[in-house]
C-alpha cells in the first residue's frame, strides 16, 4: 500500500492550505509538455501556466511573508516534481504487475486525470 501513500506524504509534510493546493493542482494541469499538442495550444497552456504560478508565488509571499513565502513557495513546485516522479513510479508498477503477473484490472484504478498527466 505504501505506493499508494508515499507520493501524498511531502503535502501532508509542508502542510499546505486548501489555497496553495488548488493553485498547484491548476499548475500541474497546465503542463505544456505534452506529446501531440499544437504549438498555439504550447503556448496557451505556458501562459496560463505562468499566471498560476505566479499568482502562488505572491499568495505565498502575502500570507507568510517575503523570506518564509519564498521557501514555502520552493517547497510547493517541489511537490509539483515529487507529483509527476510518483506518478511516473506508479505507471511503472502498473505496467510490472500487467506484464509479469497478467493484471490489466489495475489499469482502471488509474483516474484518466493521471493517465494524462504520464
Known amino acids: 500500500m505504501r505506493v499508494f ?4 506524504e511531502p503535502f501532508f509534510r509542508i502542510g499546505i492550505c486548501k489555497e496553495e493546493f488548488s493553485l498547484i493542482l491548476a499548475i500541474m494541469y ?3 509538455d505534452i506529446p501531440g499538442l499544437s504549438e ?3 503556448d496557451i497552456l505556458s501562459i496560463e ?14 500570507k507568510l511573508g517575503q523570506d518564509a513565502g519564498i521557501k514555502k513557495y520552493a517547497e510547493c513546485l517541489h ?3 515529487s ?9 511503472l508498477l502498473v505496467t510490472y504487475l500487467e506484464a509479469f503477473y497478467n ?9 484518466k ?6
Open 83 to 91: 507529483s509527476y516522479f510518483g506518478a511516473n513510479n506508479f505507471n
Open 79 to 81: 511537490l509539483i516534481g
Open 103 to 111: 493484471l490489466p484490472i489495475l489499469r482502471d484504478m488509474v483516474p
Open 30 to 32: 497546465l503542463n505544456s
Open 49 to 62: 501556466s505562468s499566471k498560476y504560478t505566479k499568482m502562488l508565488f505572491n499568495y505565498l509571499q502575502n
Open 40 to 42: 498555439s495550444a504550447r
Open 113 to 118: 486525470c493521471f493517465k494524462d498527466i504520464v
Open 5 to 8: 501513500t508515499k507520493p501524498i
